[in-house]
């Protein structure tokens, strides 16, 4: 357990620099984190216009960093999007058909209209041993818990699909390098930056037959990146559920929920807060503010008394810009499920949510 503890809260101008570090981190394939400094800025600016926002936005970007209490550094991002994949930056995704347990064909459709994304959950390999990650992913269902009536839509996220030992998609290389002409690299920083309008324009309706991919291919159908699996179970575990769409790009899995579906935002209580040395303790407790427009989180050792009283340090206090107006939210831990590792081979739908 890192003693110090982390502050999760939105990004802003002055994170360029540690955020682009952390994009060099990520490497290719993960399509909403591109190391290039015009996309942050965009993407940074876009977050601020929206947290800053009074009003019910239909489309918008809430993008979180983690800091490091103790030094200062970010070292971890996360996110949610509402209302993503319109048609100025649209979505596109392989259904599979035929079968539930054994389909025989992919087809590229345009999806995710109007949904709610979590995603861009990224954290430093450093920090990973501390079990920060799985409070940096909570953080963006208590931002949520913050607004209901914005983010009560179908809840998705889409994860970088499994590459091999040379991070190479295999997926990627038998469907699209020879109807593109772009690597996966090439191809990953275009959809960041553009949507898939360009690949819906001329390949809308695509079918691909199963039995004309390779091995390769079809292992990477549904499968996670090796970085991604501890992401997986962490949206299981979260109340997620598969769902018959794989990532056009890598064939990496995609997963639904609900609002009423999401463990931390169902348990979601409000709390006081109270300047104090908390007792000792192995664990950490996520703490959130329940404003959206001032949403920040702290994730450290806290004491909680049986009147739902926690005490926390007065650094904690400070960054969290805590005051006796400031209402804020703790929930349980969701408990550990196990889920499928392949996400692709189902039957659940998109009616059901």
Not at 141 to 153: E, G, Q, S, V, W
Not at 265 to 292: C, K, N, Q, W
Not at 300 to 307: F, L, M, T
Request: net charge negative; charged share 20%; glycine share 8%.
């Amino acid at each position: 357990m890192v003693s110090s503890g982390y502050i999760i809260r939105p990004v802003n101008a002055g994170d360029l620099e540690g955020l682009f570090a952390l994009c060099l981190q990520a490497g290719p394939g993960f399509t909403s984190l591109q190391a290039e400094e015009t996309y942050l800025r965009a993407l940074i600016a876009c977050s601020e216009a929206s947290f800053g926002s009074s009003g019910v936005s239909a489309k918008g970007t809430y993008f979180l960093v983690m800091e490091h209490c103790q030094t200062g550094d970010v070292v971890g991002c996360a996110s949610v999007k509402s209302g993503v994949g319109s048609d100025t930056f649209m979505c596109a995704d392989f259904e599979l058909n035929g079968p539930s347990q054994r389909p025989d064909a992919l087809t590229l459709r345009r999806t995710l209209q109007g949904f709610t994304e979590v995603g861009s959950l990224f954290l430093h390999p450093a920090h990973r041993t501390s079990g920060a990650g799985r409070y940096l992913a909570r953080a963006r269902y208590m931002l949520i818990a913050t607004r209901p009536d914005l983010f009560d839509k179908p809840i998705v996220s889409q994860l970088r699909g499994w590459c091999d030992e040379a991070e190479c998609s295999p997926f990627y290389d038998a469907i699209w390098s020879p109807r593109l002409g772009q690597t996966y690299e090439e191809s990953d920083a275009k959809l960041a930056r553009d949507g898939a309008g360009f690949i819906l324009a001329e390949f809308d309706g695509l079918n691909v037959p199963l039995d004309t991919l390779d091995q390769k291919a079809l292992h990477a159908i549904g499968r996670p990146h090796d970085t991604a699996a501890g992401a997986l179970r962490l949206l299981a575990q979260e109340g997620f559920h598969p769902s018959p769409l794989i990532d056009m790009s890598d064939g990496g899995p995609i997963v639904v929920s609900t609002l009423a579906q999401l463990h931390s935002a169902r348990t979601a209580r409000p709390v006081f807060l109270m300047d104090g040395t908390p007792e000792p303790s192995p664990h950490m407790t996520l703490i959130a503010s329940s404003s959206l427009q001032d949403f920040r989180t702290y994730v450290g050792c806290v004491s909680i008394d049986a009147q739902d009283r926690v005490i926390c340090p007065g650094s904690a206090l400070s960054q969290l810009r805590a005051s006796e107006e400031t209402r804020f939210l703790i929930s349980t831990p969701p408990t550990a499920t196990s889920g499928r590792e392949n996400h692709a081979l189902t039957n659940w739908s998109l009616d059901n949510v």
